[in-house]
């Protein structure tokens, strides 16, 4: 076990990509489960706040503690095994994103969850429910969690696995590693069908594993995870596609979104289905010039889309692409076809490069983020995004849009220059935030809410349902020790 209570020592422990600052006591390093069982035994004996911490690449503050301790799980970072026939892998949770997909892709397999940062750890995905591009045709990290351990306050453990421990209506009966059974009541609340990761999973006769996932540190320590592999595709069309009005790019991703929907309803392979379905605005273009030469001048919008495909149906679905394009005024001149994978990634590297470049920005002239990581249902999309553009337009203010539009998710993030237009930002993240959930959408898709948007899910599901998931927290976490003031507000739960 490693402690560390030097200031200098524990700085990176203070914040994460968000920008927010916190502190702490003392960082704590244990290099096995026992290690974390005791420090938290000790806490709550003791009833000091802890928090956990991943890799820092979060975007919402959970993992920024506000006093008490952090226990950081990087060194529980083995990957445990790898089976290749049976297409899964048992992993600790500071396993690297990264690493662990290029292994499963050495080895013919593919993990899906492609968050944009993949510096991060897999336990950070799986607190978080984080997905990515790929969520469009394979949903988020909870599709591929199939079983996990979890160090409760207390320090006793629950083993979770897909299948085995579901609610009964709205009661929850999990069984302790000591046998201690405990019974959770589930909020009874209607979570929105988007893209979400905002609060607690929670519904009549759900899974208890879901409970835990998404759950952002407050209701135990993810100490080991089973996840489901799929097949390494054949071969990856990706293509980014500049336009030259902002209204054929929008059109091009919606039909492209419909078709791919009817193909994935279909189960049709040799139709446009595609794997994942991105946006960029003529901002985000401007932004990423200086380091793209490829991008035109006159482009005012582009679209990145990447399909899987065989030696059988490459050209055929190629053709169905080259026609949709085209009856888009989609600029096939200055098309970037990626022909190889060492391509394929050099687009990925074009995606992942503004949401750098924004966290650049905002670090550098040190404001907290103000990046909506909003969703709405598919029919409002297009109303929405003129909605949330227009309001931003208005007030003169910087901003560059991007995001995962086939799932009708945008990242709209603004760029102030100074205090006063950081305080004017505030407020139109709030208003957006109004509007997505006016339209039955969510505050938050992949990033969840950690510290920083606790108003926001209030704002999504009310002030009684908030209690409902403080109740539900009190039940694993009596002495209120874990991941306190993310998710829910600390007023409630005093």
């Given at each position: 076990m490693i402690i560390k209570t030097n200031a200098d020592e524990i700085q990176n422990y203070l914040t994460d990509a968000s920008n927010l600052k916190g502190n702490c006591?003392?960082?704590?390093?244990?290099?096995?489960?026992?290690?974390?069982?005791?420090?938290?035994?000790?806490?709550?004996?003791?009833k000091t706040a802890v928090t956990i911490s991943g890799s820092g690449t979060g975007m919402t503050g959970a993992r920024v503690p506000d006093g008490g301790i952090v226990i950081t799980t990087e060194k529980l970072n083995k990957i445990i095994e790898l089976n290749i026939e049976e297409k899964f892998a048992v992993v600790e949770p500071a396993v690297l994103l990264s690493e662990f997909q290029n292994l499963v892709s050495e080895n013919g397999l593919l993990y899906p969850p492609d968050p944009t940062e993949r510096n991060c750890f897999i336990g950070g995905t799986v607190a978080t429910n984080a997905s990515g591009e790929k969520s469009f045709k394979y949903g988020a990290t909870r599709e591929y969690v199939?079983?996990?351990?979890?160090?409760?306050?207390?320090?006793?453990?629950?083993?979770?696995?897909?299948?085995?421990?579901?609610?009964?209506?709205?009661?929850?009966?999990?069984?302790?590693?000591?046998?201690?059974?405990?019974?959770i009541s589930i909020p009874a609340y209607v979570m929105p069908t988007t893209k979400n990761a905002s609060g607690y999973f929670c519904k009549p006769g759900m899974d208890a594993i879901d409970l835990f996932i998404g759950s952002e540190?407050?209701?135990?320590?993810?100490?080991k995870i089973k996840l489901t592999l799929v097949s390494k595709p054949e071969k990856i069309l990706s293509c980014l596609l500049?336009?030259?009005?902002?209204?054929?790019?929008?059109?091009?991703?919606?039909?492209?979104?419909?078709?791919?929907?009817?193909?994935?309803?279909?189960?049709?392979?040799?139709?446009?289905?595609?794997?994942?379905?991105?946006?960029?605005?003529?901002?985000?273009?401007?932004?990423?010039?200086?380091?793209?030469?490829?991008?035109?001048?006159?482009a005012y919008g582009a679209v990145w889309f990447?399909?899987?495909?065989?030696?059988?149906?490459?050209?055929?679905?190629?053709?169905?692409?080259?026609?949709?394009i085209e009856e888009f005024g989609g600029d096939e001149e200055t098309a970037w076809i990626a022909l190889n994978e060492i391509e394929i990634k050099k687009i990925q590297e074009f995606r992942h490069a503004v949401s750098a470049k924004v966290n650049e920005y905002i670090s550098k002239n040190n404001f907290k983020k103000l990046g909506t990581d909003v969703a709405v249902p598919n029919e409002h999309f297009v109303r929405f995004y003129k909605y949330c553009t227009n309001l931003v337009k208005e007030t003169k203010l910087n901003?560059?849009?991007?995001?995962?539009?086939?799932?009708?998710?945008?990242?709209?993030?603004?760029?102030?220059?100074?205090?006063?237009?950081?305080?004017?930002?505030?407020?139109?993240?709030?208003?957006?935030?109004?509007?997505?959930?006016?339209?039955?959408?969510?505050?938050?898709a992949e990033h969840g809410i950690g510290k920083l948007k606790t108003d926001y899910l209030k704002m999504m599901y009310g002030e009684e349902t908030i209690k409902e998931m403080a109740a539900l927290k009190k039940t694993l976490d009596p002495n209120l020790i874990l991941g306190i003031g993310n998710i829910i507000d600390e007023t409630f739960l005093e």
């Open positions: 006591d003392a960082v704590y390093i244990p290099e096995n489960v026992e290690e974390l069982r005791e420090v938290l035994k000790e806490a709550n004996k003791n199939f079983a996990i351990d979890v160090a409760m306050a207390n320090g006793e453990m629950l083993q979770l696995e897909r299948g085995k421990q579901k609610a009964v209506n709205e009661k929850l009966n999990l069984i302790t590693s000591t046998g201690r059974k405990i019974e540190g407050t209701l135990g320590v993810i100490t500049f336009f030259k009005t902002e209204e054929e790019a929008l059109g091009f991703i919606i039909k492209a979104r419909d078709m791919s929907l009817e193909s994935q309803h279909l189960k049709n392979e040799n139709e446009i289905n595609a794997l994942a379905l991105e946006f960029f605005d003529d901002n985000a273009l401007k932004f990423l010039s200086g380091d793209y030469s490829i991008i035109p001048p006159d990447e399909q899987e495909v065989t030696m059988q149906n490459e050209d055929g679905i190629l053709m169905k692409w080259m026609e949709l901003y560059v849009t991007y995001g995962h539009f086939g799932n009708s998710h945008i990242h709209l993030n603004m760029l102030p220059k100074n205090e006063e237009e950081h305080l004017l930002g505030k407020e139109l993240y709030k208003n957006i935030c109004h509007k997505a959930v006016e339209l039955h959408g969510t505050v938050s």
